[in-house]
């Protein structure tokens, strides 16, 4: 796949940044589990699973599509992609064409996209952390 690059990671960062993609990873999964127990019409939040796969896939220096980024979302592809534009006006994502097939387009999140999507599961961890030492 010929996808673009994700340029927000830094070396030395990587197992940081892997070990926070994990925990947005098991988070998104954790989102899916709950549809199994409660009826998904009361779960909806495309933009914050977009926001979870994108920055996931980032954390692995993976690409996703604008159709991946949609799936991910579970939710109607009008309603994922206006949420998708919703995210682009606010800075936290771009679309990014594929230099070898000009019908298809990646998503992926900005830099200071990717900053507060870090900033949030370093928070999380942290918390984690700390609950379970008090116990």
């Known amino acids: 796949m010929n996808a673009p690059t994700i340029p927000f990671v830094a070396a030395g960062e990587a197992s940081e940044q892997a070990s926070l993609g994990l925990l947005a990873e098991a988070l998104h999964r954790d989102r899916r589990r709950r549809a199994r127990h409660l009826p998904s019409r009361l779960l909806g939040e495309p ?3 977009m926001l979870l796969d994108l920055y996931a896939a980032a ?3 993976k690409s996703v599509s604008v159709s991946n ?3 991910a979302a579970d939710a109607p592809p009008s309603t994922a992609l206006r949420w998708l534009h919703h995210l ?6 771009e679309r990014v064409p594929d230099a070898y097939d000009a019908r298809r387009h990646y ?3 900005t830099e ?3 900053a507060q999507m870090t900033a949030y599961f370093t928070e999380c961890r942290g918390h984690l952390a700390r609950t379970v030492a008090s116990r």
Do not use: I, N, Q, T
């Open 59 to 61: 954390c692995k220096g």
């Open 112 to 114: 200071p996209g990717m």
């Open 69 to 71: 980024a949609c799936l």
């Open 88 to 93: 682009a006006a606010e800075g936290l994502v």
């Open 47 to 49: 933009a914050w699973d």
């Open 107 to 109: 998503v992926r999140l």
